[in-house]
T-cell receptor
Framework: GAVVSQHPSWVICKSGTSVKIECRSL??????MFWYRQFPKQSLMLMAT?????????EQGVEKDKFLINHASLTLSTLTVTSAHPEDSSFYIC??????????FGPGTRLTVL | QKEVEQDPGPLSVPEGAIVSLNCTYS??????FMWYRQYSRKGPELLMY????GNKEDGRFTAQVDKSSKYISLFIRDSQPSDSATYLC???????????FGQGTELSVKP
């Protein structure tokens, strides 16, 4: 069964608004979660590493003030896309790390910014 | 040069065929190798993971790693229409669980 959930699965918003995406670990205390973005027909691009109780680590080129990550508990990480624009429309996927290297992915959230 | 190269396909095969999916990589620091399957509009699902050169089999799936050639493969035997998906290779090097993904190969198995 699923080990990671995301909510919402699909969201449409107006340009300039903010959208929060939740990623929940269902049966594991995840100290580390990752956030990815995936454009159509392309691979997963790592955006940031979410660490429980500390600041997220962002990949080069990802604006930390635009993509706010909060990992306040061992089972929940949130990604907030602030002042969203049409170019932010994408498929956002989170994953949790179990052990040293195995990642389990959420079902993804499709964001469409009008 | 990308760290991980994967033929994006699309690849179309008849039901029952043997499918070979491949990735090459350039970073010799990669220590573990994974294959994920991703259905349309869904998150990736872990299929196989390996740590050493050689073959690992799980049902109809066989993962093969050749570290000397920096080449990994996933073989699917007796392919089924339900195998139609995008297959992503991924590799890591003990950097906090970070993975580098290939572009993904889109596979279609025709009944």
């Amino acid at each position: 069964g699923a080990v990671v959930s995301q909510h919402p699965s699909w969201v449409i918003c107006k340009s300039g608004t903010s959208v929060k995406i939740e990623c929940r670990s269902l049966d594991f205390q995840a100290t580390t979660m990752f956030w990815y973005r995936q454009f159509p027909k392309q691979s997963l691009m790592l955006m940031a590493t979410s660490n429980e109780g500390s600041k997220a680590t962002y990949e080069q080129g990802v604006e930390k003030d635009k993509f706010l990550i909060n990992h306040a508990s061992l089972t929940l990480s949130t990604l907030t896309v602030t002042s969203a624009h049409p170019e932010d429309s994408s498929f956002y996927i989170c994953s949790e790390v179990r052990g040293t290297d195995t990642q389990y992915f959420g079902p993804g959230t499709r964001l469409t910014v009008l | 040069q990308k760290e991980v190269e994967q033929d994006p396909g699309p690849l179309s095969v008849p039901e029952g065929a043997i499918v070979s999916l491949n990735c090459t990589y350039s970073n010799s620091a990669f220590q573990y190798f994974m294959w994920y399957r991703q259905y349309s509009r869904k998150g990736p699902e872990l299929l196989m993971y390996t740590y050493s050169s050689g073959n690992k089999e799980d049902g109809r799936f066989t993962a093969q790693v050749d570290k000397s050639s920096k080449y990994i493969s996933l073989f699917i035997r007796d392919s089924q229409p339900s195998d139609s998906a995008t297959y992503l290779c991924a590799m890591g090097s003990n950097q906090g669980g970070k993975l580098i993904f290939g572009q993904g190969t889109e596979l279609s198995v025709k009944p």
